[in-house]
T-cell receptor
Framework: GAVVSQHPSRVICKSGTSVKIECRSL??????MFWYRQFPKQSLMLMAT?????????EQGVEKDKFLINHASLTLSTLTVTSAHPEDSSFYIC??????????FGQGTRLTVV | QKEVEQDPGPLSVPEGAIVSLNCTYS??????FMWYRQYSRKGPELLMY????GNKEDGRFTAQVDKSSKYISLFIRDSQPSDSATYLC?????????????FGKGTHLIIQP
């Protein structure tokens, strides 16, 4: 199957700082990428849809000024958590869509804000 | 009511048993149905997908969709300890993956050697 690489896999940051997470599709071009968030023992919750060359579409309740998404190329989308707080600690996962049903996921990023 | 309901388990069965995992959903617009396997602290891995109602088999895995009952199942035959993981059902509308996926909570499966 296709490979989606997510980096870093784990990050610890201080409260108030910003963290950038990268999601790359390694062997295909992805016009659409998705960002999910997963709390322990909870389902993956879609945060936003990232479209190459245009603004991301955020799900209801997700602060777009806090979770900045940039999809500058067909193989790279980034999620920046700005002014991180402990409640932002979570497992963030990206996926790249290769239609119609092929959504491939990255390895996930464990964010801990201290 | 959540859009997708899935029993989180844990479900523990002996090696070699047939495993049945299920999800129910409420949104009749869902057309694509997927099963993902997720190991601890890793991203989900696509196992199978089915479009609309019907069955699909791939090796030891069989996926079933009953749209009239809004019920989907994943069966694992001859279960192995390496099958121990969390299994997530996921669904999307007619746009397929382009719409983003709605996930169940995941069922934690333990296969006892």
């Amino acid at each position: 199957g296709a490979v989606v690489s997510q980096h870093p896999s784990r990050v610890i940051c201080k409260s108030g700082t910003s963290v950038k997470i990268e999601c790359r599709s390694l062997d295909f071009q992805a016009t659409t990428m998705f960002w999910y968030r997963q709390f322990p023992k909870q389902s993956l919750m879609l945060m936003a849809t990232s479209n190459e060359g245009s603004k991301a579409t955020y799900e209801q309740g997700v602060e777009k000024d806090k979770f900045l998404i940039n999809h500058a190329s067909l193989t790279l989308s980034t999620l920046t958590v700005t002014s991180a707080h402990p409640e932002d600690s979570s497992f963030y996962i990206c996926s790249a869509f290769q239609g119609p049903t092929e959504a491939f996921f990255g390895q996930g990023t464990r964010l801990t804000v201290v | 009511q959540k859009e997708v309901e899935q029993d989180p388990g844990p479900l523990s069965v002996p090696e070699g048993a047939i495993v049945s995992l299920n999800c129910t959903y409420s949104n009749s617009a869902f057309q694509y149905f997927m099963w993902y396997r997720q190991y601890s602290r890793k991203g989900p891995e696509l196992l199978m997908y089915t479009y609309s109602s019907g069955n699909k088999e791939d090796g030891r895995f069989t996926a079933q969709v009953d749209k009239s009952s809004k019920y989907i199942s994943l069966f694992i035959r001859d279960s192995q300890p390496s099958d121990s993981a969390t299994y997530l059902c996921a669904m999307s509308g007619s746009g397929g993956g382009a719409d983003g996926l709605t996930f169940g909570k995941g069922t934690h499966l333990i296969i006892q050697p």
